[in-house]
């Protein structure tokens, strides 16, 4: 009896010891992901993983040198981004545009690293952003962030996680009007001050005085309508935000159509924007519609009855469709994904170019240093270039982050002191059930 | 639009609500525990009619402005939330031997693995019946009701299930072994009902009913994998409004809280309306009583009759 329990006792101290040798070798995979390390000894790190048979915890300590080396392993980057909930068409395409982008940045490579990019998903809510930006920076340790889709999750993370950090923050959709109170948070997007300015100049080129206005409830939604009341020059007959993933807003469209008004302007998301038009639809409404960017997408069309919203115009930031680079992007776009891009696809697209430029002019690659040449990369000054290839050279060659001007697929880009980009506008109107692009508008 | 109007709009909402809580309920009265996994059952409900009637098409006719095909895919929906429900009880809840709170828990997690399958295999985005959007009922336009066809067929559904089931639980055997199953589990048992298979019928129906629920949903607006679970809340509110555990409890709470959610504007328009004196509290009403908090006004109604009657509207135990 005695014998068996001793027994039983060192096979349990062993387990424990194997457990903790586990463990000790799993945390040293989870450094080596941090700074790439260098190729040898990052995989020894993922051996220590099969630590298990406990005989040397020692592999950790190899794993966790992987830390502090670091020339040829891939430079790793982080992404939050909208893989579900009601942002996730957005999510989509970023996520085209980031493997395009990632793909033609590895081929030339930054100074004969990769650029690797780890992705978290935001869930499209605030609470869902911050803890995958938490995951990134204060686990995996990015210094530069690519993040997010909604300008509140954008503005969460900022707040709760990149704030007082030397860690880089670039938004990759984000057109709320608030972000542009904090410069240290930039993005790709333009504001949205510029469309609400553009839907109001429209609404009264239509001849319309009275509108009725409904709103998300959130900071894009807020900011938005803001700015338009602030720009309108006529009169609001109702102006009220609704709740996002309603399962119904008949009480909203019927208070939309008691207002009299008969311009009705949708300051919302694709799925509540559908939600709505099959509800004013089927209560039998008519009403001249406008829109801001987020109503617009090829899952309104499909999920809205034909006819239901002909006419209607809305405002999208655009990417500078007249230039060659932009069309030179559609053009593998297309051949890679078999149809046209979005500009919030090429927003993604320049956010990863972008980045990889500031790795490559930054002496290390630290979030200190990133913040000092992601701004540069991109600005006024230097060369203009149009590709990563064309950028990466003149880096190569000695050139300091002042001498590239990156001019992106989205617009040149050129960050101001607000972290804000300039961008282009365009008006698109909904010809038989189907967007077609009318006019342009400068940002 | 007039106070009929927003009745009717009330109404369609409600068989919706009605159909998710009685559900809801009845597992609580006879599984004992809340069940988080009703609202993404009536998801996964939604999306079987979505697969079956893309797969068999509309077969011909219409009624109520609905294909055949659209019945048959609202009965497979039905079947196979009852199905998932039951496998769920079998595999995971019978199997852990953990109290209420525990069962609870594990519900949220079921919820998250119901939604993340329909994600993996739908994606997220939403999409829709494809079934041809009707415009308002043309003879009931005068009246200010607007309503399509497909939203008298949903409340005439509701109508048939919910009467169905009350024949049911009044009527025959297994009803009277899930009410006397809901008052004294013990008792039932020892009186020889086998308590096990009525645990499993409670679940048939309830799911079943969910799922029904959730077809509708994707009729009445669009299916997307969080339809459900946006709806659970209400669905809650609208079980504990009815008094839990109670059947009949639900279908008024279920009424009373989609109705009131449709009727937000018509309390905004009473509010203005009403010669609140003085001014400032007027524009505090007025703030209060808008369409964006039909929820948060739902739920101060909810409060309000728990506090005058403290088990619901239905009261303790009456299934």
Redesign the interface.
């Known amino acids: 009896m005695s014998r068996d329990s001793t027994d039983l006792a060192n096979r349990r101290t062993l387990l424990k010891l194997t457990g903790g040798a586990g463990v000790a070798a799993l945390s040293g995979c989870l450094s080596t992901t941090d700074d790439g390390g260098d190729g040898s000894d990052g995989s020894d790190g993922s051996d220590g993983s099969d630590g298990s048979d406990g005989s040397d915890g020692s592999d950790s300590s190899d794993g966790s040198d992987g830390s502090d080396g670091g020339d040829s392993g891939p430079y790793e980057i982080g992404m939050v981004n909208s ?3 009601s942002l ?2 957005f999510g989509q395409r970023n996520k085209r545009g980031v493997d395009l982008a990632l793909q033609q940045v590895n081929e030339v490579g930054i100074g004969g690293r990769e650029l690797n990019i780890a992705v978290e998903d935001s869930e499209s809510e605030n609470q869902g952003g911050i803890a995958a930006a938490q995951k990134l920076v204060n686990q995996d340790g990015v210094p530069f962030l690519i993040g997010a889709v909604g300008s509140g999750v954008s503005l969460a993370i900022y707040e709760s996680v990149v704030q007082d950090t030397d860690v880089v923050q670039l938004s990759q959709n984000s057109t709320g009007l608030n972000l542009t109170n904090f410069p240290g948070l930039l993005r790709m997007s333009p504001s949205g001050r510029s469309q609400s300015l553009a839907l109001s100049n429209i609404i009264a080129e239509d001849g319309y005085d009275s509108v009725a206005v409904t709103y998300v ?1 959130n900071d894009y939604g807020q900011s938005l309508t803001d700015a338009f009341v602030n720009a309108w020059d006529g009169d609001i007959a109702y102006n ?4 996002q ?4 807003y ?3 469209i ?2 939309m ?2 207002s009299g008004a008969d311009a009705w302007l949708f300051i919302t998301y ?2 509540e924007f ?2 709505m038009v ?1 509800e004013v ?4 409404y008519e009403a001249q519609f406008y829109g801001a960017d987020s109503v617009q997408g090829a ?1 309104v069309i ?4 034909e006819g ?1 919203m002909d006419g209607m115009k809305i405002v999208v930031p655009s990417a500078p469709v007249e230039e060659e680079n932009y069309q030179s992007f559609r053009d593998t776009f297309e051949s890679e994904y078999g149809q046209e891009p979005t500009s919030w696809a090429a927003y993604a697209y320049d956010c990863v170019i972008n980045a990889a430029l500031a790795i490559q002019a930054a002496d290390e690659f630290t979030g200190a240093a990133l913040q000092d040449t992601v701004r540069r990369v991109s600005g006024p000054e230097g060369e203009t270039v149009t590709s990563f290839e064309a950028a990466s050279e003149i880096l190569a060659d000695g050139g300091g982050p002042d001498d590239v001007d990156y001019q992106g697929v989205s617009g040149p880009i050129d960050f101001n002191d607000a972290g804000d980009p300039v961008g282009f506008l365009q008006v698109l109107e909904v010809q038989d059930h189907a967007y077609e692009g009318i006019d342009f508008v400068e940002g | 639009m007039t106070v009929l109007g927003y009745l009717a709009n009330g109404l369609v909402f409600s068989s919706i609500i009605v159909l998710g809580s009685i559900g809801l309920s009845l597992v609580y009265s006879i599984a004992d525990f809340a069940n988080f996994a009703h609202g993404d059952t009536m998801t996964i409900g939604a999306y079987t009619s979505l697969v079956t009637f893309g797969a068999i098409g509309g077969l011909g006719g219409a009624v109520l402005g609905l294909p055949y095909g659209f019945f048959v895919a609202l009965v497979a929906g039905i079947a196979v939330a009852a199905l998932v429900a039951v496998g769920t009880e079998k595999l995971i809840y019978e199997p852990l031997d953990i109290d209420s709170i525990g069962l609870l828990i594990t519900s949220i997690g079921i919820a998250f693995i119901y939604r993340a399958v329909i994600q993996i295999r739908f994606g997220s985005e939403s999409t829709d019946f494809d079934i041809q959007a009707l415009r308002p009922i043309d003879a009931l336009l005068p009246y200010g009701i607007r309503v399509t066809l497909h939203d008298v067929a949903i409340v005439v559904s509701a109508v048939i299930l919910v009467v169905g089931l009350h024949v049911l639980l009044q009527y025959t055997d297994l009803g009277r072994k899930m009410r006397a199953m809901a008052d004294n589990p013990d008792l039932a048992r020892v009186s020889g009902i086998r308590t096990k298979r009525i645990k499993l019928w409670t679940w048939v129906i309830g799911a079943g009913l969910a799922g029904a629920g959730g077809v509708f949903l994707g009729l009445f607006n669009q299916l997307a994998p969080r339809m459900g679970f946006n709806l659970l809340l209400v669905i809650f509110a609208a079980v504990i409004l009815g008094g839990i555990g109670s059947v009949y409890g639900a279908m008024a709470g279920g009424f009373l809280i989609g109705m009131i959610n449709q009727l937000t504007p018509f309390f905004s328009n009473v509010v203005e309306a009403l010669p609140i004196w003085p001014g400032w509290l007027a524009r505090v009403a007025e703030g209060l009583v808008s369409i964006e908090y039909a929820n948060a006004i739902a739920f101060v109604i909810m409060v309000l009759v728990l506090l005058v009657r403290p088990n619901g509207i239905a009261g303790e135990g009456a299934t």
């Open positions: 893989l579900t909930g996730s068409a409830n009220n935000p609704h709740d993933d309603q399962a119904s008949s009480g909203v019927s208070e159509n008691s694709q799925a559908s939600t099959n639809f089927s209560s039998g899952n499909e999920n809205t009855p239901s």
